[in-house]
């Protein structure tokens, strides 16, 4: 299923701007694996009845922000089960850990700089774990840090009011 609706919010002689917004659900589940249905294939992270891209659920983070970390960390060790490794422990289950198991989960998928800024560890544990990077790259304009990107002059300028300011510590 895929929706999209196309605005014309400005249209000048000197200045077009128009906006998209699209929509897109997309689902799938394996059935089978080497034509046998009840069989999973552990090792390349196919499970019967789960989406092709299912690897880890989302849904123990928010469970373990919610206080209840019984219920996520068993959340987890169903998933970690399915993949083949050992259990985690309680003692081991906290937000550090969680970020630790996304990152081998999601590798090279992008969601990383999202996770770590919505988690409030994207200057900690990018300067921990990338030599290219230390803490003062994240300082910015009047004390901010720059965890939020830059917007493009270009489109500041399209802003006829000036009600959009940059972000503050591009500012």
Same mark, same amino acid.
């Given at each position: 299923?895929?929706?999209?609706?196309?605005?014309?919010?400005?249209?000048?002689?000197?200045?077009?701007?128009?906006?998209?917004?699209?929509?897109?659900?997309?689902?799938?589940?394996?059935?089978?694996?080497?034509?046998?249905?009840?069989?999973?294939?552990?090792?390349?992270?196919?499970?019967?009845?789960?989406?092709?891209?299912?690897?880890?659920?989302?849904?123990?983070?928010?469970?373990?922000?919610?206080?209840?970390?019984?219920?996520?960390?068993?959340?987890?060790?169903?998933?970690?089960?399915?993949?083949?490794?050992?259990?985690?422990?309680?003692? /081991?289950?906290?937000?550090?850990?969680? =970020?630790? !198991? $996304? +990152?081998?989960?999601?590798?090279?998928?992008?969601?990383?700089?999202? /996770?770590?800024?919505?988690?409030?560890? =994207?200057? !900690? $544990? +990018?300067?921990?774990?990338?030599?290219?990077?230390?803490?003062?790259?994240?300082?910015?304009?009047?004390?901010? =840090?720059?965890?939020?990107?830059?917007?493009?002059?270009?489109?500041?300028?399209?802003?006829?009011?000036?009600?959009?300011?940059?972000?503050?510590?591009?500012?």
């Amino acid at each position: 299923v895929e929706v999209s609706l196309t605005t014309r919010n400005i249209q000048t002689p000197d200045v077009s701007w128009s906006t998209t917004f699209t929509f897109t659900k997309n689902t799938n589940a394996v059935e089978s694996i080497y034509g046998q249905s009840e069989v999973d294939d552990i090792g390349n992270g196919l499970f019967i009845g789960e989406s092709l891209d299912a690897h880890y659920n989302y849904d123990f983070v928010g469970i373990w922000q919610a206080g209840d970390a019984s219920t996520g960390l068993a959340r987890l060790n169903e998933v970690r089960q399915r993949a083949g490794v050992d259990d985690a422990t309680l003692a /081991d289950f906290d937000i550090d850990y969680i =970020l630790d !198991e $996304r +990152a081998r989960e999601l590798v090279g998928e992008y969601h990383r700089w999202f /996770d770590l800024k919505r988690t409030g560890t =994207l200057v !900690e $544990r +990018a300067s921990m774990h990338n030599y290219l990077v230390d803490e003062g790259n994240f300082a910015g304009a009047n004390g901010e =840090l720059k965890i939020l990107r830059p917007i493009p002059q270009s489109a500041l300028d399209l802003n006829q009011t000036n009600s959009f300011p940059q972000n503050p510590a591009y500012q």
